[in-house]
């Protein structure tokens, strides 16, 4: 399991971000460090030719968090399904207690194939 801390401030609030009114975490930036700390780690899995892409991020975001508030994201190691990599992530305030929690899906790419593709699409 590894461990991201992170410090809440005015600019990941949900007002900041315009997903809400209050001056509190925003889901969607909960989210960019659960899918941050699942790059992190699932770059640990694979060889140096390749990387990984977000494909899926499932999250349940249960408890607010105010400006200033310490909180740490946990990532556990990968689980490889075959097609993909999958983390289980949380995330706790400075009391242990969870702000949410899900799970973050990566596949495994080549680089030059995969922006081949991507400029094709364009």
């Known amino acids: 399991m590894r461990q991201f801390q992170h410090t809440v401030t005015p600019d990941d609030t949900a007002a900041k971000l315009g997903t809400g009114d209050l001056d509190v975490v925003a889901t969607p930036r909960l989210v960019e460090w659960c899918e941050s700390a699942a790059f992190q780690v699932c770059q640990h899995s694979v060889d140096a030719n390749h990387t990984t892409v977000g494909t899926m991020v499932k999250f349940e975001h249960i408890k607010g968090s105010q ?41 495994i790419v080549d680089p030059d194939r995969f922006m081949t593709r991507c400029r094709k699409l364009v």
């Open 67 to 107: 400006v200033g508030s310490e909180v740490t994201v946990h990532c556990a190691e990968p689980i490889n399904d075959g097609r993909r990599l999958v983390c289980f992530v949380s995330i706790k305030d400075a009391e242990g207690d969870e702000l949410g929690h899900g799970e973050v899906h990566r596949a």
